[in-house]
T-cell receptor, first 114, second 113 residues
Framework: KQEVTQIPAALSVPEGENLVLNCSFT??????LQWFRQDPGKGLTSLLL?????REQTSGRLNASLDKSSGRSTLYIAASQPGDSATYLC?????????????FGQGTELSVKP | KAGVTQTPRYLIKTRGQQVTLSCSPI?????VSWYQQTPGQGLQFLFE???????NKGNFPGRFSGRQFSNSRSEMNVSTLELGDSALYLC????????????FGSGTRLTVV
């Protein structure tokens, strides 16, 4: 059974810091991995999608890496801003599940202080 | 391009009632999935519909059901509501199941009193 873990559960940093959020999964047979952000009481906003054959994806100040063999993904945020404050969730799609079902971690709640 | 639209945004229902939530996917997206989000359990998969057929189902009781129409719009229904059904219900759509990732709607906040 696939399990997804995110560490740390919460993180508070001063504005301008570079930071890394971690995501680990127990079964390496994944189809892809997706990072989302969620603002309080809102839906999920997709940040990056990494296919199982890829090692990393970049979008602006965000960079996500994937190491399937070790069951890990990291989300790197450069030069953090107060607007980056949100909960960040990673989710995996299992290779054998053939679609539709994302398995989510519990999220990392990020607070960026001005 | 319009995003995933969920209606209504907020609902308050009484225990024992039933409720229907609606999701309109992005135009051209054929896969629609539903999730329940609670503070204690996080995001949990309910079910997925593709081409009007349920393709995948999570571990929820039979009180939770859904359907998808020919225009890919989807509804989920919860019968005999319980207090524990209070949650944010999120819908996600994708062009072709898991290949292209998922886009989520803003959710429906259901409160059962």
């Amino acid at each position: 059974k696939q399990e997804v873990t995110q560490i740390p559960a919460a993180l508070s940093v001063p504005e301008g810091e570079n930071l890394v959020l971690n995501c680990s999964f127990t079964d390496s047979a994944i189809y892809n991995l997706q990072w989302f952000r969620q603002d309080p009481g809102k839906g999920l906003t997709s940040l990056l999608l990494i296919q199982s054959s890829q090692r990393e994806q970049t979008s602006g100040r965000l960079n996500a890496s994937l190491d399937k063999s070790s069951g890990r993904s990291t989300l790197y945020i450069a030069a953090s801003q107060p607007g980056d404050s949100a909960t960040y969730l990673c989710a995996v799609s299992s290779f054998y599940n053939q679609g539709g079902k994302l398995i989510f971690g519990q999220g990392t709640e990020l607070s960026v202080k001005p | 391009k319009a995003g995933v639209t969920q209606t209504p945004r907020y609902l308050i229902k009484t225990r024992g009632q039933q409720v229907t939530l609606s999701c309109s996917p992005i135009s051209g997206h054929r896969s629609v999935s539903w999730y329940q989000q609670t503070p204690g359990q996080g995001l949990q998969f309910l079910f997925e519909y593709f081409s009007e057929t349920q393709r995948n189902k999570g571990n929820f009781p039979g009180r939770f059901s859904g359907r998808q129409f020919s225009n890919s719009r989807s509804e989920m229904n919860v019968s005999t509501l319980e207090l524990g059904d209070s949650a944010l219900y999120l819908c996600a759509s994708s062009p072709m199941r898991q290949s292209y990732g998922y886009t989520f709607g803003s959710g429906t906040r259901l409160t059962v009193v």
